[in-house]
């Protein structure tokens, strides 16, 4: 059984940074796509990022791109976000997301690509 434990969350000011981590246990995460997702109050969880199990390719949400970046370490079974220039519409609940397919060639970018989640670490950034 794959899990998945985050850290890392906080309160924050506005253009102050963030990096959040992912580890994982019980799976074969260095041959599995990793995701990053949010949900913010009242609203759906939505894409963040995505990385490829090789670390070799990422893909971002528009919201982001720029500012967050998405890398992992195979070694220590380990996905990281480091959020920089953070502002408050950025405030929301991360989780954690693994792919349940390995070796896949393309980077998911909805909830139903992957299959593992973890249980979510509060992202605030306050004004």
């Known amino acids: 059984q794959v899990q998945l434990v985050e850290s890392g969350g906080g309160l924050v000011q506005a253009g102050a940074s963030l990096r959040l981590s992912c580890v994982a246990s019980g799976g074969t995460f260095s041959r599995n796509n990793m995701g990053w997702f949010r949900q913010a109050p009242g609203k759906e969880r939505e894409f963040v990022a995505a990385i490829k199990w090789s670390g070799s390719s990422t893909r971002y949400a528009d919201s982001v791109k720029g500012r967050f970046t998405i890398s992992r370490d195979n070694a220590k079974n380990t996905v990281y976000l480091q959020m920089n220039s953070l502002k408050p519409e950025d405030t929301a609940v991360y989780y954690c997301?693994?792919?349940?397919?390995?070796?896949?060639?393309?980077?998911?970018?909805?909830?139903?690509?992957?299959?593992?989640w973890g249980q979510g670490t509060q992202v605030t950034v306050s004004s």
């Open positions: 997301a693994a792919d349940r397919s390995v070796l896949r060639t393309v980077l998911i970018q909805t909830l139903r690509g992957y299959d593992y």
